[in-house]
């Protein structure tokens, strides 16, 4: 293209932008020049709304957002809605072809440790779109396997997505719900999804979907059921105020059994003298039936949970345990593993400072109490007795090893990667410089790095190095580079219960009186 030709789209491109939205004056957005339907609608504004490229939309937006137009009726701020919409759906689509361009930077020569090719060319884009956009990396894929599927089998959708026809909401309806069909049936599909696409919102579309889905596809339910079965899964989520969401992914009549067990359970403990609603007897008896609950079911629950915890200092505490935490008068029958960082002061019932759950973040301290006090286990952990930084641990394990990797653990928390919550319990410990590069095996030289990240560092081309503010820097194969920066210690100097009370106890040795020697025993 030459110059002259660009110079010519760019100006075409302004003059577009600001077509029926005259610099000098808006006469046509207040309606003065267009014509209006019984309700004082302007169809005339509204059809160039719909019709208007990308760059009128931007015109009519920038239009309202400086101050130079002002929108006097409803009408005419819907129809600004709508430009908006239009454009995100516009934005959307562009998103979806560059991501598709960033995998084709992926090289298929990286191998994954099983084998495959192709999946460690997909982790790489995930983790370059992830860290890029802020985007934890379930999210990532969902972007790129998205996109690849619009710019690849159903490029009309992405049409319908780039033209404002469907939101990005809907498009990602046609996306989820063409998956597993087969080839054949994906175009019939998707000719016949997008004629009622445009004019049914998110639910109605996903059930016109699944209905569309089942008569096209080819093969029977039953042989579908089975492959998906194998995606059944527990996902934990953990949300504010000490709470935490866990779901799973079943097969129907399974989680439709649960749900009816549980809900005929909850409903049968309904009483007068009970304050708790449905819903919270449902959740009660669903973790006293998960958690083996020995008492009644459905028994109001502490904060309690089978653990490994445990640890005491100056200033901090954790440690591990195994079994016995309690709900209600129930015993939980439990092996399961938690780490829990408690104040030590806190622990003693001096404070309500929260602790830490390692792998969900702040938990109360009375439940942080209720779990020690079945702890097993303990481990010294020693911070900084006013701002609750990790100083040091003692050696209370024979194998150095164990010490090595527990003292890493605690020091990093998660998975080294840049956005990765992994925690770094579930995490395998990385040499960032490499033992055959004459790496030592040192707490300075050792990160965790899970698995899929670990893979990464030493078959792609992201590469990981100190940084001096703590952590680790990577750099990307597109050149970028992404720090995560430490987690702040929990403890706050100004302002923590623990940091006060040391401080009362320091003042108070300062300036109690000292006896007169003259006073003083001979001895």
């Not at 990093?412 to 490499?434: I, K, N």
Request: net charge negative.
């Amino acid at each position: 293209m030459t110059t002259e030709a660009v110079l010519m789209t760019l100006e075409d491109a302004y003059s577009e932008a600001l077509e029926g939205w005259p610099a000098d004056a808006f006469d046509e957005l207040l309606g003065s020049d267009g014509e209006f339907n019984d309700d004082g609608v302007d169809e005339h504004a509204r059809a160039r709304i719909e019709d208007a490229s990308p760059y009128g939309l931007v015109g009519h937006l920038q239009g309202a957002a400086s101050g130079a137009i002002d929108p006097s009726s409803l009408p005419a701020t819907l129809d600004l809605l709508r430009a908006a919409d239009r454009l995100t759906s516009w934005a959307a689509a562009q998103r979806a072809r560059l991501v598709a361009r960033v995998h084709t930077f992926s090289n298929p020569d990286h191998h994954s440790w099983s084998g495959s090719a192709s999946s460690l060319a997909l982790t790489e884009t995930v983790a370059e779109t992830a860290a890029l956009l802020k985007l934890s990396e379930g999210s990532a894929a969902r972007l790129v396997s998205e996109s690849l599927t619009l710019t690849g089998e159903l490029t009309n959708t992405l049409a319908a997505l780039e033209q404002g026809e469907i939101c990005p909401g809907r498009a990602s309806v046609i996306v989820e719900q063409s998956r597993t069909l087969p080839d054949e049936a994906v175009g019939p599909f998707e000719t016949e999804i997008l004629r009622v696409a445009g004019t049914l919102n998110r639910p109605r579309l996903t059930a016109r979907c699944r209905r569309l889905r089942e008569r096209l596809h080819p093969e029977t339910l039953t042989a579908r059921r089975v492959r998906a079965a194998a995606d059944r899964c527990v996902v934990f989520e953990p949300d504010r105020d000490g709470m935490a969401w866990l779901s799973a992914y079943l097969p129907a009549e399974q989680a439709l059994a649960v749900h009816t067990t549980v809900d005929a359970a909850a409903r049968a403990l309904r009483s007068g003298d009970d304050p708790r609603t449905l819903p919270q007897l449902r959740a009660d008896v669903l973790a006293d039936i998960l958690l083996g609950a020995g008492g009644p079911a459905g028994a109001a629950p502490s904060t309690a949970g089978s653990c490994r915890c445990g640890n005491l200092e100056g200033g901090g505490a954790e440690g591990s345990h195994t079994g016995g935490g309690r709900t209600g008068e129930g015993l939980r029958a439990s092996s399961a593993k938690i780490v829990v960082t408690v104040p030590v002061f806190s622990l003693m019932g001096l404070t309500d400072e929260p602790a830490e759950l390692e792998g969900y973040g702040p938990i109360p301290a009375d439940a942080a109490r209720r779990l020690a006090a079945d702890a097993t286990s303990w481990m010294r952990l020693l911070t900084h007795p006013y701002t609750g930084a990790v100083l040091g641990l003692d050696r209370t394990r024979y194998r150095p090893s164990e010490d090595l990797r527990t003292w890493v653990q605690l020091r990093e928390e998660t998975c080294s990667f840049y956005g990765c919550c992994r925690p770094a319990s579930r995490c395998d410990l990385d040499h960032v410089m490499s033992w055959a590069d004459d790496g030592c095996t040192s707490a300075g030289n050792l990160y965790p790095a899970c698995k899929r990240h670990h893979m990464l560092k030493h078959q792609t081309d992201w590469t990981p190095s100190p940084h001096p503010d703590g952590g680790l820097t990577w750099l990307s194969p597109g050149g970028r580079t992404y720090t995560t920066p430490p987690e702040p210690p929990p403890g706050d100097p100004s302002s923590s219960a623990s940091a006060h009370i040391l401080h009362d106890l320091e003042t108070a040795m300062r300036t109690e009186r000292v006896p007169d020697a003259d006073a003083l025993p001979p001895f």
